[in-house]
């Protein structure tokens, strides 16, 4: 099994816990905790000083009979896009980052320059919101299907904060976990957390990220919603057949903020071989290119949606069956004209000096025609995973040395390179 490479990190007690370390005026709950025995409250508080961007987390010691959450309820103040509840690897609250960084984690901290999922040991998702007074991803379940936490693992609270204001301000979060018993569960739910890598919009200009993932498994989709930041201008997902024939749309906005998520009814059936195809339209009126990333400064393009029963490859649209090849079981569709050898030389030339630059890898990805897209996808997830992990020792670590990494991937991945040079656009 391999580990997300350096490249792609670069790419994004019982009842109340409240993180604090500052001081503050004692606030009254943003909502009133689950009654005894029927859940817990998640809380965290936060100062934000004045213009000043950040991500804030937290993390949570599950109780050790572990929570199988069938609904949640999150409130959060404004100042936030969004809210993030993660599952971890964790049983001890950790002091070091993936990267070896010392953080003190003792109640609120700042996620890390990479975000929470890049410094952190992430391994799944268990709840979140886009809107501050909305409705949460986890919202409807059936009454014999939850999400299983385990006893005593650590969850990590994040939110993704912006103070645009000329005054510090306090930022508070309250999430409630909502729990059935465990006698009562016959099948685990899964949120759906499709992140596209591959964004490029050129200064002054209009663009488009497009991403397709397959369904390893029959599921049922209980809600969908998407996730841009502010040079999003529309968004459609669609569910189509193993040929990428069009069966039904399942999710479409021009809205980037406060994003709410839209109800399945009834909850849609899908298929093993079926696929999510979603794509973000943009524009980018700024003098310097746009590019993926966490920042507001940045780019992202996502499918979020709540489902059942859990299947972790489907999930992050993983090339293996779990967190570690998050993302790279996809397809990206180009929307340029660029030839099967151009983009071939484009990524060789990109990661000729080891960890690309930010936005280059994306150019080449963007730049590519649409009919060569499963050349390329194939070619960029043989490169990125290090020739499927067959170079993980070489290339291990974000100083990994290019003279030793870059032979045994180009060694590993000449195949499916060879084929991209071999396309053409019509």
Not at 45 to 49: A, L
Not at 295 to 301: A, L, N, P, S
């Given at each position: 099994m391999f580990?997300?490479?350096a490249?792609?990190?670069?790419?994004?007690?019982v009842?109340v816990?409240?993180?604090?370390?500052e001081d503050?005026?004692?606030?009254?709950p943003?909502?009133?905790p689950?009654?005894?025995?029927?859940?817990?409250?998640?809380?965290m508080?936060?100062?934000?000083?004045a213009?000043?961007?950040?991500?804030?987390?937290?993390?949570?010691?599950?109780?050790?009979g572990?929570?199988?959450v069938?609904?949640?309820?999150?409130?959060?103040?404004?100042g936030?896009h969004?809210v993030?509840?993660f599952k971890?690897?964790?049983?001890?609250?950790?002091?070091?980052?993936?990267?070896?960084?010392t953080?003190?984690t003792?109640g609120?901290f700042?996620?890390?320059k990479?975000?929470?999922t890049?410094?952190?040991?992430?391994v799944?998702?268990?709840?979140?919101?886009?809107?501050?007074?909305g409705?949460?991803?986890?919202?409807?379940?059936?009454?014999d299907?939850?999400?299983?936490?385990d006893?005593d693992?650590l969850?990590?609270?994040?939110?993704h904060y912006?103070?645009?204001g000329?005054k510090?301000?306090?930022?508070?979060?309250a999430?409630?976990?909502?729990?059935?018993?465990?006698?009562?569960?016959a099948?685990?739910?899964?949120?759906?957390?499709?992140?596209n890598?591959?964004?490029?919009v050129?200064?002054?200009?209009?663009?488009e990220?497009?991403?397709?993932?397959?369904f390893?498994?029959d599921?049922?989709l209980?809600?969908?919603?998407?996730?841009?930041?502010?040079?999003?201008?529309s968004?459609?997902?669609?569910?189509?057949?193993?040929s990428?024939s069009?069966?039904?749309e399942?999710?479409?906005?021009?809205?980037w903020?406060?994003?709410?998520?839209?109800q399945m009814d009834?909850?849609?059936?899908?298929?093993?071989?079926?696929?999510?195809?979603?794509r973000c339209?943009?524009?980018?009126?700024e003098?310097?290119?746009?590019?993926?990333?966490r920042?507001?400064?940045?780019?992202?393009?996502?499918?979020?949606?709540?489902?059942y029963?859990k299947?972790a490859?489907?999930e992050?649209?993983?090339?293996?069956?779990?967190?570690?090849g998050?993302?790279?079981g996809?397809?990206?569709?180009g929307?340029g004209?660029?030839?099967?050898?151009?983009?071939?030389a484009?990524?060789q030339?990109?990661f000729?000096?080891?960890?690309p630059?930010?936005?280059?890898?994306?150019?080449?990805v963007?730049n590519?025609?649409?009919?060569?897209?499963?050349e390329?996808s194939a070619a960029?997830?043989?490169?990125?995973?290090r020739?499927?992990?067959?170079?993980?020792t070489?290339?291990a670590?974000?100083?990994?040395?290019?003279?030793?990494?870059?032979?045994?991937?180009?060694?590993?991945c000449?195949?499916?390179?060879?084929?991209?040079?071999?396309t053409?656009?019509?």
């Open positions: 580990r997300f490479t490249f792609m990190m670069a790419m994004a007690a009842g816990v409240i993180g604090c370390g503050a005026a004692p606030q009254p943003l909502i009133d689950p009654a005894a025995g029927e859940g817990v409250q998640i809380a508080t936060s100062t934000i000083q213009h000043f961007e950040t991500e804030r987390c937290m993390f949570y010691r599950v109780p050790a572990g929570l199988y069938n609904r949640e309820e999150i409130r959060y103040t404004p936030s969004h993030l509840l971890t690897s964790y049983t001890e609250v950790p002091t070091t980052t993936l990267r070896d960084e953080v003190d003792r609120v700042d996620c890390g990479n975000g929470a890049a410094d952190w040991d992430v799944g998702v268990a709840g979140g919101a886009q809107s501050a007074d409705p949460p991803w986890v919202g409807t379940l059936p009454s299907i939850a999400f299983k936490i006893g693992s969850l990590l609270v994040n939110a912006l103070n645009a000329d510090p301000l306090q930022a508070r979060i999430i409630n976990l909502y729990t059935i018993p465990a006698a009562q569960v099948r685990e739910a899964g949120i759906f957390f499709l992140y890598p591959f964004i490029h050129a200064a002054q200009s209009s663009n990220a497009r991403e397709v993932c397959p390893a498994t599921v049922t209980v809600n969908a919603e998407s996730h841009m930041h502010a040079r999003g201008v968004y459609v997902a669609d569910l189509v057949d193993a990428g069009k069966l039904q399942i999710y479409t906005t021009r809205t903020q406060d994003v709410v998520s839209k009834p909850p849609l059936t899908i298929t093993a071989g079926q696929k999510i195809d979603f339209s943009y524009v980018n009126n003098t310097h290119d746009i590019n993926q990333g920042t507001t400064g940045d780019e992202m393009c996502m499918f979020l949606g709540l489902y029963p299947d490859k489907t992050v649209c993983s090339m293996t069956s779990d967190w570690s998050r993302y790279l996809a397809d990206w569709i929307t004209t660029a030839t099967g050898l151009q983009t071939a484009c990524l030339t990109a000729a000096g080891g960890l630059p930010p936005g280059a890898v994306s150019t080449c963007v590519a025609c649409p009919a060569i897209s499963a390329t960029v997830r043989c490169i990125i995973s020739g499927r992990g067959v170079c993980a070489e290339c670590g974000s100083e990994a040395d290019p003279e030793v990494c870059n032979p045994c991937v180009r060694d590993q000449t195949p499916v390179m060879l084929a991209l040079a071999g053409n656009c019509p």
